[in-house]
């Protein structure tokens, strides 16, 4: 995808909203909801979009939601693509840099995940610190287009440590316990076997997903701020004596909806409201 695919698709994309979004969104497996919440929403799905794959995966709706949320207004992707479906991390990525050329500053990205941490519980929601891309590839080989970055981008801070502290401060405010960890990102589809999360573990891995790690390698590579949120859905093969499975995924996701809902919400309320002027 190179520079003017993604003009392209952002043009057609600004054709139909009147604002700028300055807050994206990335909404994981059975996150989507957030964007329901959208007020005065316009929504584009993927296959309309020049250049843009359909998504496949179960939860996800597979549409860009663009509106006021908490007086922000905000782009929001109700799924996203995922490597394990088998598009080329180019187009995993894609949406990022369509983002990017629209206009957005800061990206919030959402996933759900197992926990690697023994002491955390599903449900929780856990602010990434941190990732480790043990995917096994990385979406910015190949030639480097130096008008979207660098050709060797630093990640030394690749979750902000800014909108981390701010994301602390908004969960205290609104009462919610958040823990705080690092994400490691295989490719899946398959889940983990239990050597492979005791091997996680002593990486210094809190949590694992399928996901996320592409896009903020990528929008670290376009100069975005990063802000991510991990949903643990489940604990990691080999924790508790039971299998994992989807449906438990998008069973734990819908328990803690309301309160992953209202600390999003809150967070694009501080966001907009510290980055504004
Ligand atoms: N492993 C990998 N990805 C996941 C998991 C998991 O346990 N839970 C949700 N996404």
Same mark, same amino acid.
């Given at each position: 995808?190179?520079?003017?695919?993604?003009?392209?698709?952002?043009?057609?994309?600004?054709?139909?909203?009147?604002?700028?979004?300055?807050?994206?969104?990335?909404?994981?497996?059975?996150?989507?909801?957030?964007?329901?919440?959208?007020?005065? #929403?316009?929504?584009?799905? =993927?296959?309309?979009?020049?250049?843009?794959?359909?998504?496949? *995966?179960?939860?996800?709706?597979?549409?860009?939601?663009?509106?006021?949320?908490?007086?922000?207004?905000?782009?929001?992707?109700?799924?996203?693509?995922?490597?394990?479906?088998? =598009?080329?991390?180019?187009?995993?990525?894609?949406?990022?840099? @369509?983002?990017?050329?629209?206009?957005?500053?800061?990206?919030? @990205? /959402?996933?759900?995940?197992?926990?690697?941490? !023994?002491?955390?519980?599903?449900? &929780?929601?856990?602010?990434?610190?941190?990732?480790?891309?043990? +995917?096994?590839?990385?979406?910015?080989?190949?030639?480097?287009?130096?008008? %979207?970055? *660098?050709?060797?981008?630093?990640?030394?801070?690749?979750?902000?440590?800014?909108?981390?502290?701010?994301?602390?401060? /908004?969960?205290?405010?609104?009462?919610?316990?958040?823990? !705080?960890?690092? =994400?490691?990102?295989?490719?899946? #589809?398959? =889940?983990?076997?239990?050597?492979? +999360?005791?091997?996680?573990?002593?990486?210094?891995? &809190?949590?694992?997903?399928?996901?996320? @790690?592409?896009? *903020?390698? *990528?929008?670290?590579?376009?100069?975005?701020?990063?802000?991510?949120?991990?949903?643990?859905?489940?604990?990691?093969?080999?924790?508790? &004596?039971? #299998?994992?499975?989807?449906?438990?995924?998008?069973?734990?996701?819908?328990?803690?909806?309301?309160?992953? %809902?209202?600390?999003?919400?809150?967070?694009?309320? &501080? +966001?907009?409201?510290?980055?504004?002027?």
């Amino acid at each position: 995808m190179n520079h003017e695919q993604i003009i392209k698709a952002a043009s057609f994309i600004k054709g139909k909203i009147e604002e700028t979004p300055r807050i994206g969104l990335i909404l994981g497996s059975g996150l989507g909801v957030l964007a329901d919440e959208i007020e005065n #929403p316009v929504k584009i799905a =993927y296959s309309d979009i020049p250049g843009f794959p359909e998504s496949t *995966v179960e939860g996800h709706a597979g549409q860009f939601v663009f509106g006021t949320l908490k007086g922000a207004f905000v782009a929001a992707m109700q799924g996203r693509f995922h490597f394990y479906e088998g =598009y080329s991390m180019e187009k995993v990525t894609f949406p990022v840099r @369509v983002m990017k050329e629209i206009g957005i500053g800061t990206l919030i @990205v /959402t996933n759900a995940a197992g926990g690697i941490n !023994e002491s955390f519980e599903p449900g &929780d929601l856990m602010l990434i610190t941190d990732h480790i891309n043990n +995917i096994g590839t990385n979406p910015l080989i190949g030639h480097n287009d130096h008008n %979207l970055g *660098v050709r060797f981008p630093d990640l030394s801070e690749a979750y902000s440590k800014n909108l981390r502290l701010l994301a602390k401060n /908004t969960a205290e405010k609104t009462g919610l316990s958040l823990q !705080e960890g690092i =994400y490691i990102a295989n490719s899946g #589809p398959s =889940y983990e076997t239990p050597a492979e +999360i005791r091997m996680l573990r002593s990486w210094g891995g &809190d949590a694992v997903g399928m996901s996320t @790690v592409p896009e *903020v390698i *990528v929008a670290r590579h376009s100069g975005l701020e990063v802000l991510g949120i991990s949903c643990i859905s489940n604990m990691a093969a080999g924790i508790l &004596d039971q #299998p994992l499975s989807h449906s438990e995924v998008m069973e734990t996701t819908e328990k803690v909806k309301a309160s992953f %809902l209202q600390f999003v919400k809150e967070l694009v309320h &501080d +966001i907009h409201s510290t980055t504004k002027r």
